[in-house]
């Protein structure tokens, strides 16, 4: 019986206490003694195949007989009134079916709150009209057709200049570009106290940019109304959250959308809901009577799509002269765009990395002429994680330690923020691990490079949540010809949840990997699962699919008694293994799990199971360290990131494979943040010069460094049954803290501003030249 | 006003894909991509940028990788083009397909079909490429999810395998 209880859940550094509905999972955590074959093998993707022959299908790829295409006509100003818009008739453009704009507005003409097409637009690449018509050619024709007459209106571009006195309203009436003068802020001991204690201090600034997420697939959606019955393919990490957000602006229950979404070229947090787009081609569609595709083009994806906030951050840190911290005070301020909210968690390691007593923060978010910030891989904690341990090295120096030992002495043993113990942490396991492998303890003995290359090296710590929670659930079937289907409402992004939860299937029935489909990515199919980002998806799914399996097992198992004439044994008597059910006591009482299957005569087993509530009193975390050796160029500034060693403890690792892919792409984010990354924007213009992937500058094959990943790969049975914690954020977390550190290393100048480009490094080592000795 | 394209209208373009002729009817200002994509229903090669600076749409013309958005479809009349689609032979998959795949040499996969015919373009002129020179040959493909290593494993993984095939 279903009850409702109260559980912490964390998401993206904010823990909250939901009110949701647990079953008992009925199963429970692997022991040391369990026996796993799939699970913690290095297993190949299951759906692999589709994506190396091409027969992958994303979003940008669904085309229906008589599908029409949509393009969307974008503001050219970062801000600006629009005056006229002068759209020609549509009987003068043939094969066009509709043009909607201001003065022609659709049926509904309101998302979340926000106007479609606004009289006031407030970044370059705002909507301003939508065409729709028979092919691509025919929409790009009719966009060129529509003029429209704009008023520009002041603007402002970056962080600092919407934070200065006098300053432009990004949005016009909103009394000031700060959306939440009072701040987010936290405050644990007593400052006063503890700057009183501290014999060190350190007092430094830090800059990050405004970093696109730039997915390879652009924002994408394809909507098809069958009668009062809406489809909706949109390329998204939460095919639930776009079904609630379609539904609530178009005013229609819940069961008359459906979201599909097999496979996505890449979110990193840009795709968790439904977008202006999404309801646009929705409307369109029921419009037209036909399936609309809208694709967002890269200009516009760059311009529109969304991007990781930039942040200005200050830091202060006070310290013991043996080290030992005793006040932090870090505040920040985000650029949240025109449209954006009040920031994300850049002080939350600030407050969970280190047994402070004594610590204070603040985060504010500020409005700009840009589209609206979004979460992007550990939103928040990659540039707070910067700051903060770059000042740690600074401090570290100052104190005369190794920023290793550094970190060791403040490690916490309790989680700072809540007092409670951790349900696992290998924090400092993997500091020594990283340090025994890039050689930390003797790095200085090792020659300098020649010419006027300098080495460097830094380190980094993380630490991020990665738990995840209920609710959560999941479906499984045992088909006739003894397959299994597990059907789970969250998103394989390319993080290999498919892969990884056919795993536990299997192992939990005891047959192959290949008896087992699991079905992502569909509201109809599946129950509710969570959006696959917060590194959540895991260890959320992963139990529930346990759970679901299970479930059918014991079903399996009592039709096999029967079958075996052991009808009056229990369910605990039999075991499952290599495809057989047998009795535990005499295996050779045994029959295969098609058999029974087979038997069953189109007889469907179906099994729930939902994702039982976290523990009480514990936190869940995941921790890890990177070390990082760079290059540097000292007569043309440039970096080169030669090697990174990672460790991570994220519990059980279910596969070894595409788990260190995820720390392989976690770092290269990590390099391309830290190297070159960030949007350009002109302050004449107000209009972004690097909108496109060759301004825009991620990283290449060129750009990688030597990656050495090591997991301790402990299982956290606390944690939850599967005994995994998320990997998808952390391992973007500290490189670019560890980078800058050992740029700093190399050059003998603390960096504090990201991305380091060439001209950026230059700054530094000319500032440092001209500093009197 | 005339708000039509103006120019030419559609020409006649004769290619062979995947070893099969096919006659198209296109503007010409249609890219290689599109008609791929739009006319021949062949989607595995996709568009990350539309301006040649992703490679998600590389194919082979005349056994050279090119990005297909950067390529009018009238440019390649009567040549030969290979798609992800025409690697596999039945069921059996390409080596540099089957590296991928083993090698876990890509994550989200949207750029893997730009990446593997890239591969395979590289290997058919430096059949033993170092891992240097595999990021020569993969420098003009692109991989936001940052699969790179597992893209160089797969790469020099296939070569072997190719290699082997062919003694």
Not at chain 1, 96 to 108: E, S, Y
Not at chain 1, 213 to 231: M, N
Request: aromatic share 4%; net charge negative; glycine share 12%.
């Amino acid at each position: 019986m279903p009850e409702i209880r109260k559980t912490e859940v964390e998401f993206e550094g904010r823990v909250e206490e939901r009110e949701t509905i647990v079953e008992s999972e009925g199963v429970l955590p692997w022991g040391d003694d369990a026996r796993l074959t799939e699970v913690g093998r290095p297993v190949p993707r299951v759906a692999g195949k589709a994506r190396v022959t091409g027969q992958a299908l994303y979003t940008v790829d669904v085309d229906f007989p008589g599908q029409l295409v949509a393009r969307v006509l974008r503001s050219p100003h970062p801000h600006a009134r629009v005056t006229a818009v002068d759209a020609p008739s549509l009987e003068a453009l043939p094969g066009v079916h509709l043009i909607w704009h201001r003065d022609q507005p659709p049926p509904v003409s309101t998302f979340k709150g926000r106007e479609l097409f606004p009289a006031e637009v407030a970044y370059e690449g705002a909507e301003v009209a939508l065409v729709v018509a028979r092919d691509e050619r025919g929409a790009e024709d009719a966009l060129r057709a529509i003029e429209v007459s704009y008023e520009p209106l002041p603007f402002v571009t970056g962080l600092e200049s919407a934070l200065s006195k006098g300053a432009q309203e990004a949005l016009c009436g909103t009394g000031g570009n700060v959306i939440n003068p009072e701040g987010r802020t936290y405050l644990r001991g007593n400052l006063e106290r503890g700057w009183e204690r501290a014999a060190v201090s350190v007092d430094l600034s830090f800059e990050t940019p405004n970093a696109s997420h730039s997915p390879l697939e652009p924002h994408a959606v394809v909507a098809r109304w069958e009668g009062e019955q809406l489809t909706v393919w949109e390329s998204t990490q939460g095919v639930f959250s776009v079904r609630q957000d379609v539904a609530e602006a178009l005013g229609i229950a819940q069961d008359r959308v459906r979201v599909v979404c097999d496979f996505v070229g890449g979110g990193f947090g840009a795709k968790q809901r439904a977008g202006r787009h999404t309801l646009l081609a929705a409307l369109a569609s029921r419009e037209t009577g036909r399936p609309v595709g809208l694709r967002l083009r890269r200009r516009e994806e760059q311009v529109a799509g969304g991007y990781r906030p930039a942040s200005m951050q200050r830091v202060r840190v006070g310290a013991a002269e043996d080290g030992t911290l005793v006040c932090i005070e870090h505040d920040a301020w985000e650029h949240m765009g025109a449209h954006g909210h009040r920031g994300y968690a850049v002080t939350g390691p600030t407050e969970s990395l280190y047994a402070c007593p004594n610590v204070r923060t603040s985060v504010r978010g500020v409005r700009a002429n840009s589209d609206r910030g979004r979460a992007f891989r550990a939103p928040g904690y990659v540039e707070g994680t910067f700051a903060l341990e770059s000042s740690m090295d600074v401090l570290a120096a100052k104190v005369g330690m190794d920023p290793l030992e550094l970190r060791l002495k403040n490690c916490a043993a309790e989680d700072p923020v809540s007092g409670e113990p951790y349900t696992s942490k290998g924090l400092k396991e993997a500091y020594e691990i990283g340090a025994r492998l890039v050689g930390w303890r003797d790095r200085r003995g090792i020659p300098p490079p020649r010419g006027p290359w300098r080495r460097g090296w830094g380190m980094a710590s993380q630490v991020w949540g990665g738990g995840g929670g209920p609710p959560a659930n999941a479906v499984a079937k045992i088909l006739p010809d003894g397959g299994v289907e597990v059907l789970v409402g969250v998103q394989d992004i390319g993080t290999g949840t498919r892969t990884v939860l056919s795993q536990i299937a299997a192992d939990e029935l005891g047959v192959g990997l290949d008896a087992v489909r699991v079905v992502v990515g569909n509201t109809e199919a599946a129950p509710y699962g969570p959006t696959s980002a917060g590194s959540q998806t895991l260890a959320s799914a992963g139990p529930a699919v346990r759970a679901a399996v299970r479930a059918c097992l014991g079903q399996v198992i009592g039709m096999a008694a029967q079958m075996l004439g052991k009808d009056g044994r229990g369910e605990e008597a039999f075991d499952a293994r290599d495809g057989e059910i047998f009795l535990r006591e005499d295996p050779e009482v045994r029959i295969p799990f098609r058999e029974v299957a087979e038997r069953m005569d189109g007889y469907t087993v179906v099994g729930n199971g939902s994702r039982g509530p976290n523990p009480q009193g514990r936190r869940i975390n995941t921790f890890g360290a990177h070390f990082v050796e760079v290059n540097v160029n000292v007569e043309t500034g440039q970096v080169r990131a030669v090697k990174v060693v990672a460790v991570h403890d994220v519990g059980r690792v279910i596969n070894p494979l595409t788990a260190a892919n995820q720390v392989h792409g976690g770092i290269i984010q990590g390099v391309g943040l830290s190297l070159m990354e960030g949007r350009v924007v002109d302050d004449q213009t107000g209009l972004q010069l690097t909108a496109n992937l060759e301004g825009y500058k991620v990283p290449t094959i060129m750009d990688t460094p030597q990656i050495d990943v090591s997991f301790l790969n402990r299982p956290d049975a606390e944690a939850n049954s599967v005994g995994a914690k998320g990997l998808g954020e952390p391992p973007i977390i500290p490189t670019p803290a560890a980078l800058a550190n050992a740029v700093s290393d190399a050059i003998g100048a603390r960096v504090t501003h990201l991305p380091l480009t060439p001209r950026e490094v230059l700054g530094y080592l000319q500032r440092e030249s001209e500093r009197p000795s | 006003m005339s708000i039509t394209s103006q120019g030419p209208g559609p020409v006649d373009v004769t290619l062979t894909v995947n070893g099969r002729s096919v006659d198209v009817h296109v503007e010409p200002r249609r890219t290689l991509l599109s008609v791929l994509r739009e006319e021949l229903g062949l989607t595995g090669a996709k568009e990350g940028c539309g301006e040649g600076n992703c490679g998600a749409c590389t194919v082979l013309l005349d056994g050279h990788a090119v990005y297909a958005c950067m390529t009018l479809a009238v440019e390649c009349d009567g040549g030969e083009i290979r798609t992800v689609e025409g690697l596999a032979d039945g069921e059996e998959l390409h080596p540099v397909q089957g590296a991928f795949l083993e090698h876990d040499g890509y994550q989200c996969g949207f750029c893997t079909p730009g990446q593997i015919m890239a591969a395979v373009a590289l290997l058919e002129r430096c059949p033993s490429p170092t891992e240097d020179e595999v990021r020569q040959g993969m420098a003009g493909n692109l991989c936001r999810c940052g699969a790179y290593p597992n893209i160089t494993a797969s790469v020099i993984a296939a070569a072997d395998r190719m290699r082997q095939k062919d003694a």
